[in-house]
């Protein structure tokens, strides 16, 4: 500001030294001020010597044009053609005034015929400066206060909401995961942080309701083999028994163990699977043939519940696929179509294809599931009928692993069903040689077992 200021008067005078010479008369080294500029310039003390003309202003009338020495080296940068501004420091009776001075040459045909100075006081600017100074230094502690007040108030009410998510946040634990921090929440960047973390806290509750339904239902599967191999060794043992006797009880204690160890294989292969560890590889696979190999496997199942099988497809309908985890998904579909099935049904197996997939559906005419049942049938044991699915040896798992060996290969399962007419699977996976998907090599190993 105080560059401003300077800016301002050096430009005043400068106006008023071309104005004087634009006007005056120089005849040799003589210069003629014309009546009509000298009341322009009545606010001015005019003093003529030679060529030479001193201007200044009477605001500071303590001060006379004599007052101000003629400095050498200003009339010397003047007479090379150079205005010059400067301040003068004058000293008298005992005090010091300041002076704005400029020594501006006047040039005729590229010579120097006179000099003009012009000056005026620096009282004016000095006084407006120190005016200035304490206003500043009366209102910057003000402005102080007063932002620190605004800045307070505001950050308290920007802060607020933070405030009470952090409280809310911190009275949620794994026993009260319904409540929500959103509620009541400003519509904004905040607002919409709190509805953030109620999703991720609404995630966080389904994973943990599906952790306590998975120990429970594991814990329920577990407990039924269990006891009833508890109990036939317990009777075993109380008394003498005849070899068929032990036969028949080692007989049925093995059916136990094995369900036991499908269990904890079934469990084992879905953990690994969502963990990411499997071995598996995608390669060139005949998936009538994984069909003729399955069903070579279960017609004993087939035959003793009279189940008429219908088998459309033709060989070389080739998928993109690891040939182990494709027959555990034939089988558990296959097996779950003969299981619910009713004696004498049908169940249709059609193997298709187009320019990308090899579309496989499996259809039976057994009891169906329920509308409502059908968004569930693949969670983990999940089952439409527990009491018909427990006494035909059912576990809530097959499904499950379908769907999970299904997304490895980068396919899709759907099910459609009508309650006493039957469901029909149909899985889409990637046929051999599509080039939009290529092979995938990954750590797993997995056991079929059927």
Known sequence: MRQQLYNSIDDKLLSIAKLTSDSSIFIGPDITIPEALKSILKGYRIKQSGS??????ITNRKIDVNDIPIKKDSIKKALSGYMVFENYYIKKNG?????????????????VVSIIQIGTSLQFLFESLRKLLYILAILFPIGILISFFSGYFLAERVLAPVRIITQKAKRISGENLDEKIGENMPDDEIGELAKTFDGMISRIRESFEELRQFSADVSHELRTPLTILKGEIEVALKGDRTKEEYKKTLKSSLEEVERLKRIVEDLLFL????????????????????????????????????????????PEIYVKGDENLLKQLVYNL??????????????????????????????????????????????????VSKSR???EGGLGLGLNIVKKIVELHNGEIKVESEINKGSTFT?????????????????IQWRWNY
């Open 271 to 314: 953990s690994k699977v969502e963990a990411g560890k499997i071995t598996y590889r995608l390669t060139k696979v005949d998936l009538l043939e994984v069909v003729l190999s399955v069903i070579n496997v279960l017609k004993f199942l087939i035959k003793q519940k009279n189940i008429k099988l219908n088998i459309d497809g033709s």
């Open 389 to 391: 699915t427990r006494s």
């Open 334 to 383: 296959i097996e779950n179509a003969i299981k619910y099935n009713r004696d004498g049904g049908e169940i249709n197996i059609q193997i298709d294809k187009n320019e990308k997939n090899v579309i496989l559906k499996i259809s039976d005419t057994g009891y169906g599931i329920p509308e409502e049942d059908l968004n569930k049938i693949f969670n983990r044991f999940y089952r």
């Open 52 to 57: 030479v003309v001193r201007i200044l202003d």
């Open 427 to 443: 899985v889409i996976l990637p046929k051999y040689g599509d080039k939009s998907w290529e092979y995938v090599v990954k750590n």
């Open 95 to 111: 005090k010091t005034y300041a002076i704005r001075l400029l020594t501006y040459p006047v040039i005729v045909d590229g010579y």
